[in-house]
């Protein structure tokens, strides 16, 4: 998706917890007024017509917006204002170039951030039909879903990503650990050996089913994980937390 999407920091904790990343775009010029009128020059008796913003302008200004929103230095009432001029910010772009991939992504971003998930999930499911060979779109709309706790819908449009970006590793780590999360052991096993050594395969299953409770399951996927490499570090500790 030309890179909109950014990488998650951990993918087995973004699973347990859910979360969504934003964009990490900001303006310099908190000045910035998506209205901004074109300056007269001086002794000028009239003044010049109001200059219809670009898409890209809007945009800028409501990740900008955005941003600050986030801020938990900033009152509650000045967020809910910075929440509000980027959802302007965004639609306004959209009212330029309704097809614009940056301008739906970031709206839907933004009512994911307020928590609005209804209208995260509409303005998702727009840009994917917009767009539907955009892998970020599907991967993010399946992070949607399992924050949710939707797990089929999540784990239906994380294996889209997948299948559009078959070597994205960060869509098939989290597709795997979705699927460990919705109890499908042995299908995240053979999502993770895709891009992972057998022992770190193991591993990453045996994390999942020690959120989920599963100890002993876990045990068994550890032994597996060591008898592939004796000196995993990560599996031995793991191992003896859980009791040999």
């Excluded at 951990?10 to 010029?29: E, H, I």
Aim: aromatic share 8%; net charge neutral; charged share 30%.
């Amino acid at each position: 998706m030309k890179r909109i999407f950014l990488v998650l920091p951990a993918l087995c904790s973004t699973l347990m917890g859910c979360t969504l990343t934003g964009t990490d775009f900001a303006l310099k010029d908190k000045s910035f007024n998506v209205n901004e009128k074109v300056v007269t020059k001086p002794g000028s008796e009239k003044e010049a017509p109001t200059r219809a913003p670009k898409a890209a302008t809007c945009i800028a200004f409501g990740d900008f917006r955005a941003i600050e929103a986030k801020n938990l230095e900033r009152s509650s009432l000045q967020r809910q204002q910075l929440f509000e001029d980027a959802r302007k910010a965004y639609q306004q772009a959209l009212s330029i170039e309704p097809d614009n991939l940056q301008a739906l992504v970031g709206l839907a971003r933004l009512y994911s951030s307020m928590e609005d998930y209804q209208h995260a999930q509409e303005t998702y499911e727009l840009a994917g039909k917009k767009h539907p060979k955009e892998a970020g779109i599907w991967f993010e709309l399946g992070m949607l879903h399992a924050r949710k706790k939707e797990w089929d819908i999540a784990l239906e449009d994380l294996a889209r990503a997948v299948k559009l970006e078959p070597e994205n590793r960060q869509f098939i780590n989290t597709y795997g650990f979705a699927l460990c999360r919705n109890g499908k052991f042995e299908e995240s096993y053979k999502v993770f050996i895709k891009i992972n050594e057998p022992a770190k395969a193991h591993y990453q299953v045996a994390r999942m089913m020690e959120h989920v409770g599963k100890k002993e399951e876990a045990r068994e996927h550890l032994i597996k994980a060591l008898a592939n490499q004796p000196d995993f570090p990560d599996a031995k500790e793991m191992l003896t937390s859980l009791g040999q």
